[in-house]
């Protein structure tokens, strides 16, 4: 069965996913790198990183992953809707490595990058898109990439089968959060924390039987 | 030094340490009794309780405290004070031990309880209250016993050395969050997280030195 997972996704204690403002020059606002640096020391990033429980948990990222969903906010900056030349952040070679919907009100034609990412943009219902991102992920599992806003769509539609979440001991105060409107989670899914040496804790969300 | 410190103080993963609404029936509101039950297991609690991680913390609740300070709605239901016989939730015993204040802007005449306790009403500063209950402390340690308004405020005015937070794996939508304004703490205090075996996760902050 094709399964709907979440990975490395990071927030504040303060339940903060980004900072604000988001911009071309600070994509994650006043947060700056902070929500991710982690991840960026382990080896699942690069040579040389950690190989102990972050970076298993990280490494999980990319197992049996056919297709991501993202929100417009994600994929860029405001206003990238009206440059005709984004290609969203990560250059020629995105990290991705499969068909890659972007939700969006503003949809544009697809865009076939190097290394197997296809960008196609989607504007469709969380149901919608993830019927189409399963069709298109070959029997595989669908990653819902974020941010924040995507995230608690989904969840609150209940499309999620497992969600691993990295809480970084700082306190934003401001941005977009992922819990509001979320009560009650713990209903449907088993919930387990383990905190790590490098001082963040991983959060994981498994859906229960019959939820 | 007489340090002020924060113990057991319970919230949710999306960082409500009470439901609502609260009432004399329901005095966590919808929370019910969840955001304790990890402490009620303990030997802390009560014969028979666990004696691991999570015991050790709720254990340095009492340890050199000689006076608490705790807001009005920690002390009663919303209307309390227009109960002249209102002394507490706790019965003729309560669990404090030292002198106690209660901050509120209608204080009444101070109620001596048995076993130590004895409760003393202030409209004052957090920076006042604190002198006040340091001056009853006797050269140990003051306790902030909550709310989370009081939690808050107390850290906002940077009156807090130690803080311990119990983080408990649901989510309540609702109810009084302690994180509103409080970013950039991670500048003042070290912060450590421990998840616990029973699903908890035990989060420190220790002042850092010279701040
Ligand atoms: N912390 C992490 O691990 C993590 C992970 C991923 C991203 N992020 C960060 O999160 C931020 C973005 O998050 P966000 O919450 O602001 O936005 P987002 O979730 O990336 O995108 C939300 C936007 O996507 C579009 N959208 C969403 N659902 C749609 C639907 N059903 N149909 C059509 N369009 C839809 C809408 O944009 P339009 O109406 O404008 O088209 C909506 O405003 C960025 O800073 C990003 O870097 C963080
Ligand atoms: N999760 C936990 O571990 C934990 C711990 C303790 C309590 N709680 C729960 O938290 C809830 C209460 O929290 P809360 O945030 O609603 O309220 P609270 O912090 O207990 O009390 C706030 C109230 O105290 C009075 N007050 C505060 N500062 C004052 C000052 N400087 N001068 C004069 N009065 C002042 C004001 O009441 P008036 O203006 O009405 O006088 C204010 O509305 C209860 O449900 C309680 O059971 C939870």
Chains 1, 2 share one sequence.
Do not use: C
């Not at 197992?63 to 990238?80: D, L, Q, T, V």
């Not at 979320?182 to 229960?208: A, C, M, N, W």
Request: aromatic content about 10%; cysteine-free.
């Amino acid at each position: 069965m094709s399964l709907s997972r979440i990975h490395n996704f990071s927030i504040s204690l303060d339940g903060f996913a980004t900072g604000e403002p988001q911009s071309l020059e600070a994509p994650f606002g006043h947060a700056g790198h902070r929500l991710h640096d982690w991840m960026f020391a382990t080896r699942f990033w690069g040579a040389g990183g950690s190989e102990g429980l972050d970076n298993a948990f990280a490494e999980r990222h990319s197992h049996s992953i056919g297709a991501e969903i993202m929100g417009a906010n994600k994929f860029g900056p405001p206003g990238w809707q009206d440059d005709p030349d984004w290609t969203g952040w990560w250059g020629p070679n995105p990290p991705f490595h499969t068909p890659t919907f972007v939700l969006t009100h503003r949809p544009r034609s697809s865009m076939e990058m190097e290394g197997g990412t296809t960008f196609h943009f989607l504007d469709a219902t969380p149901a919608e898109a993830l019927a189409t991102a399963r069709e298109a992920a070959g029997g595989q599992d669908v990653r819902i990439g974020g941010g924040p806003t995507v995230v608690r769509d989904f969840l609150a539609a209940g499309l999620v089968d497992h969600m691993h979440l990295v809480q970084v001991p700082i306190l934003l105060g401001r941005g977009v959060r992922v819990w509001d409107g979320l009560d009650s989670l713990e209903q449907t899914y088993d919930i387990e924390s383990v905190s790590s040496p490098s001082g963040v804790t991983h959060l994981t969300f498994t859906r229960k039987l019959g939820s």
